[in-house]
Nanobody
Framework: QVQLLESGGDLVQAGGSLRLSCAAS????????MAWYRQAPGQERELVAS???????NYVDSVKGRFTISRDVRKNTGYLQMNDLKPEDTAVYYC?????????WGNGTLVTVSS
């Protein structure tokens, strides 16, 4: 069974940066769609960023210009670089990777941005 492990979440001041990692127990390639979601308490889970097999990256409007999604297939790891963090970015961040028709989720990593 495939497992995903997120890491990199932390407490950071507004304007700071973090890089989240998503390590997969199976090989990933450009054929695998990868995405990052986030969920704050009492709110719906939100798609933040995704990268397709064709290499196209997409972002929710609120993070455009600040966040960058990437993957390193040699390490079977995806990343979310987050710059100029704002208190509204505070949430649990989840990695999702698709193998064929099946989506796999990590357990999340907490990002807290203080003012």
């Amino acid at each position: 069974q495939v497992q995903l492990l997120e890491s990199g979440g932390d407490l950071v001041q507004a304007g700071g940066s973090l890089r989240l990692s998503c390590a997969a127990s199976r090989r990933i390639s450009v054929a695998n769609t990868m995405a990052w979601y986030r969920q704050a308490p009492g709110q719906e889970r939100e798609l933040v960023a995704s990268i397709t097999p064709g290499g196209t990256s997409n972002y929710v409007d609120s993070v455009k210009g600040r966040f960058t999604i990437s993957r390193d297939v040699r390490k079977n790891t995806g990343y979310l670089q987050m710059n100029d963090l704002k208190p509204e970015d505070t949430a649990v961040y989840y990695c999702k990777v698709a193998w064929g028709q099946v989506n796999y989720w990590g357990n999340g990593t907490l990002v807290t941005v203080s003012s």
